[in-house]
């Protein structure tokens, strides 16, 4: 029987899939959904939640200890776009939160964390093209900071206290159920909506910015798997890199076009297209394949034809 598991940010564009998938991989009530405001219908109707800060040690510590969790799922963040805005509030919350699970299981009241890092780990120094697993980073912006920092952290509590800390940096996100919250990527999911409204759309990023992207079916089972991967099999303790496609905006319209021929896209670059910029183009996840079997299932047309299908 597994013990239960506790999700902190579960109602935002990652946890509120990655809830559901475990809801039903382990049963609803030993999925514990947690986040600073309730969610959706579905999430909130599926199984238990707690209104949780994961900036409040005491508190998670409470809730813990109440359904005598196991595994934490730290989801909760201020992402990249946003966080250019708020950096020392984005700083506090992307820290402090990582602290407070590192320390529970330093402590041993939980027994293995999952921490989201992301591309913009990578800067402006970072080789593009198949950026290596290890090499320069360099982040130039508050969100890439505080994951490289956070990266760091968890790989000492790994060597300094044993805790069992995974990680995956996750590229773009592209998802039908849920919008994303204020990342560089967003224009990915906006796109199909706005091709299905109104036939155009307004890209916040120039023509011939690739940039490493992911549906999310994919992402929540890479994260659910290297969860389940035996500890041997774990030899990066900061975090994987993950790879599935890399596109321009310019190649998405090119997909969506063979569903909308009458679509069309423009472009007015603003503040996020500096952010990009900074960022790989393209991933290479070699550890991740040969440490724990990951291998993506969906590409760019076949993405372009599940999110058309099912926002329709």
């Known amino acids: 029987m597994h013990r239960p598991i506790l999700i902190i940010g579960a109602c935002g564009q990652i946890g509120t899939e990655l809830t559901m998938e475990l809801r039903e991989k382990y049963g609803n009530e030993r999925v514990i959904a947690s986040d600073i405001r309730e969610g959706g219908d579905t999430l909130m109707g599926s199984g238990p939640f707690e209104l949780l800060d994961a900036t ?54 939980i027994s293995k964390i999952f921490w989201p890092s992301s591309i913009a780990v990578f800067g402006p120094n970072t080789p593009k093209e198949d950026t290596a697993q290890s090499t320069i980073m360099e982040p130039s912006t508050v969100y890439g900071i505080s994951k490289q920092s956070g990266e760091r952290w968890c790989e000492y509590y790994f060597k300094k206290y044993g805790v069992d800390v995974r990680s995956v940096r996750y590229p773009g996100l592209i998802s039908w159920k849920t919008m994303p919250g204020g990342g560089t990527t967003d224009y990915a999911v906006e796109i199909y909506h706005e091709a299905l409204k109104k036939g155009h759309y307004e890209s916040f990023l120039a023509k011939g910015t690739k940039l490493p992207m992911m549906y999310m079916d994919d992402a929540i089972r890479a994260t659910i798997d290297l969860m389940e991967s035996p500890s041997e099999k774990i030899k990066v303790r900061s975090s994987y890199n993950l790879a599935s496609m890399s596109f321009t905006p310019e190649e998405i319209a090119e997909s969506i076009q063979n569903h909308i021929p009458d679509f069309t896209i423009s472009y007015a670059p603003d503040f996020r297209q500096q952010i990009a910029d900074s960022w790989p183009s393209s991933i290479d996840d070699s550890a991740a394949k040969a440490q724990w079997g990951w291998e993506p299932k969906f590409n760019l047309d076949q993405t372009t034809l599940e999110m058309l299908n099912n926002l329709k």
């Open 56 to 109: 409040n040690y005491a508190a998670i510590e409470d809730v813990v200890m109440h359904y005598e969790i196991d595994e934490i799922y730290l989801m909760a963040a201020m992402l990249s776009a946003t966080a250019e805005k708020f950096p020392m509030r984005a700083w506090n919350l992307n820290m402090s939160s990582l602290f407070n699970v590192l320390n529970l299981a330093k402590e041993s009241k």
